[in-house]
C-alpha cells in the first residue's frame, strides 16, 4: 500500500542514491541538475528541494529521504506550504522565507500540463 500525504500525495521513502558518491552534496547537486531548486537548507544532514515542473518535494533529513509526487501544481503548493509553516513554527532557519517568496512565484508562473 502507498503512503500518502494528507493532501493525497504520493510518498517515496525509498529514493536511490544511485549515481551519487554517497555525498549529500553530490546528491543535492545531482537534483539540481535535474530540475530541482532548494526548498529550504538548514543543515548539510537538513535540506529540501522542489521541482515545479515534476511537481516533486525531496526531504534529506539525517541520511532519511523522502520523495513527494503531487498530482497538480495547488498539491505541489500546499505541500510546499506544509514544509515553510513547519520550519516557520520550529524556528529553523530565516533563509526559507526569500526562497519561498521566489518559489510561489514560479509555481505561479508555470500553467498545469
Known amino acids: 500500500m502507498n503512503e500518502k500525504t494528507k493532501f493525497g500525495n504520493e510518498i517515496v521513502r525509498d529514493f536511490s542514491f544511485a549515481g551519487c558518491n554517497g555525498t549529500e552534496l553530490d546528491l543535492f547537486r545531482r537534483l ?3 530540475g530541482f531548486r532548494e526548498l529550504y537548507y538548514n543543515a548539510p544532514y537538513y535540506w529540501g528541494m522542489i521541482n515545479i515542473k515534476t511537481k516533486e518535494i525531496f526531504t534529506y533529513t539525517e541520511g532519511d ?6 498530482k497538480t501544481l495547488k498539491s505541489l503548493k500546499k505541500e510546499a506550504e506544509g514544509y515553510i ?5 520550529s524556528g529553523f532557519s530565516e533563509n526559507v522565507y526569500g526562497e519561498w517568496e521566489d518559489i510561489k512565484k514560479a509555481i505561479i508562473g508555470v500553467s498545469e500540463e
Do not use: A, D, E
Open 85 to 89: 509553516n513547519f520550519l516557520k513554527k
Open 65 to 70: 529521504t523522502t520523495l513527494i509526487k503531487c
Open 32 to 34: 539540481s541538475q535535474k
